[in-house]
């Protein structure tokens, strides 16, 4: 480089280093990319009331709000062509079901074949019944029937869950049984869909959670609580629209990848409204950066 006319090559290399150096800082001394959720779900026990009484035009209504993926609670007496049909018209995919608790003594052949007909890829248990789990030898039984109900899902091609309410974390005999279930069934075979709503209520940390065993909730159930008032709160009376509630939602989806998060299904028990409610919480997640 001709120095009488230019830059001379060492103040330029300089200045390029220093240019390459200032885009290269370290992440924390730099603005982070703002996350946002791909594809909001809805868990469709939501809008039952109304998907039973109209099921092809409750799920256009749900793909018009703008959801894009679905989780089922039953099909309300439709095939799968049926359903796989309803789903593709109103543009939306079913990545996962639930399943009553009873599957895990009849067995699993009518529910995998169900749910390779629709195109589920997960296949979750919903609750456990009481009479079911009032000893810790009880919820030993349950994980071993989870690690069972995992092996037949695998087999078929799909993954097997469990989904949580806050029974699951009431102390029994000095053990928490969530912590059992985590502990006892193969990871492999038995993922977490982590009931976000229902673990918040419990007064358990779903981060710590997440932290403890990662990788091993790839869904949440997305719904609001307002300030529990007292330990005996009925859930209906403090469970709310998303984004209309007191749980931190950008401080726990920043952490989705430890936890594996890969669906989001919004849920609300008991909405009025329930197209109303869901397109609340759409808006909410939709809009939101984390």
């Known amino acids: 480089m001709n120095q009488g006319r230019g830059i001379p090559r060492r103040e330029f290399v300089g200045a390029m280093a220093a240019g390459v150096g200032a885009l290269t800082l370290p992440s924390c001394l730099t603005a982070r990319a703002a996350n946002r959720i791909a594809k909001v779900g809805i868990q469709l026990y939501t809008v039952r009331d109304v998907l039973k009484q109209d099921f092809e035009g409750t799920l256009s209504r749900i793909g018009a709000i703008g959801y ?3 989780e089922f609670a039953g099909y309300f007496d439709h ?16 990545p996962s079901t639930h399943v009553g608790p009873d599957n895990l003594d009849k067995g699993w052949d009518a529910v995998v074949n169900t749910a390779k007909a629709i195109g589920h890829e997960y296949v979750i248990v919903a609750w456990i019944p009481e009479e079911r789990r009032k000893t810790l030898d009880d919820w030993k039984h349950i994980a071993d029937q989870l690690n069972q ?23 029994i005999d000095g053990k928490v049984p969530y ?10 075979l038995v993922k977490l869909e982590m009931d976000l709503f229902w673990t918040t209520f419990a007064g358990a940390d779903p981060l710590a959670y997440w932290a403890r065993f990662p990788g091993r909730f790839p869904l949440v159930h997305v719904k609001d609580m307002t300030p529990k008032p007292t330990a005996d709160a009925a859930p209906d009376r403090v469970m709310v629209d998303v984004g209309k509630g007191s749980i931190d939602w950008k ?40």
């Open 251 to 290: 401080h726990i989806f920043a952490k989705s990848s430890v936890g594996g998060v890969q669906h989001y299904f919004v849920e609300h028990d008991q909405p009025a409204d329930p197209l109303a409610s869901a397109k609340a919480s759409y808006d909410f997640l939709h809009g939101l950066d984390f």
């Open 79 to 94: 095939t799968p062509e049926q359903v796989k049909a309803a789903l593709s018209a109103a543009g939306l995919t079913a």
């Open 149 to 171: 109900a995992g092996t037949a899902c695998k087999a078929a091609g799909l993954q097997f869950g469990y989904h949580n309410h806050n029974f699951e974390f009431a102390t």
């Open 179 to 188: 912590d059992l279930l985590l502990e006892s069934t193969d990871p492999n």
């Open 68 to 70: 894009r993926e679905v």
